[in-house]
Nanobody, 124 residues
Framework: QVQVAESGGGLVQAGDSLRLSCATS????????LGWFRQPPGKEREFVAA???????YYSDSVKGRFTISRDSAKNTVYLQMNSLKPDDAAVYYC??????????????????WGRGTQVTVTS
């Protein structure tokens, strides 16, 4: 059973940085696609960033240049470094894992396993 668990959320001011972590277990780290999604208050959940099977990085246009996804295979952990945070970045951030060979990494329906989320609040 694959498990993913996010941590690192919090309350920050606009312009600050925050790093989220996603610890995984239950399956080889290299056999999963891992991505970050977020759900702002009153809105649908949306794609933020992900690795593809080839290691290519994908970002949503709204975070490109400010957020960086990275991974530490030794720790089975994926990170989301968030810089220059804006009030619009406030959301519950979710980590998700997919075991599908041809997963479209930006599509949340392709992901099999989800964490419970971590809250990020950005004040202006």
């Amino acid at each position: 059973q694959v498990q993913v668990a996010e941590s690192g959320g919090g309350l920050v001011q606009a312009g600050d940085s925050l790093r989220l972590s996603c610890a995984t277990s239950g399956r080889s780290f290299s056999s999963m696609i891992l991505g970050w999604f977020r759900q702002p208050p009153g809105k649908e959940r949306e794609f933020v960033a992900a690795f593809s099977w080839s290691g290519r990085l994908y970002y949503s246009d709204s975070v490109k240049g400010r957020f960086t996804i990275s991974r530490d295979s030794a720790k089975n952990t994926v990170y989301l470094q968030m810089n220059s945070l804006k009030p619009d970045d406030a959301a519950v951030y979710y980590c998700a894992a997919s075991t599908k060979l041809h997963a479209v990494v930006v599509d949340q329906l392709e992901y099999d396993y989800w964490g419970r989320g971590t809250q990020v609040t950005v004040t202006s």
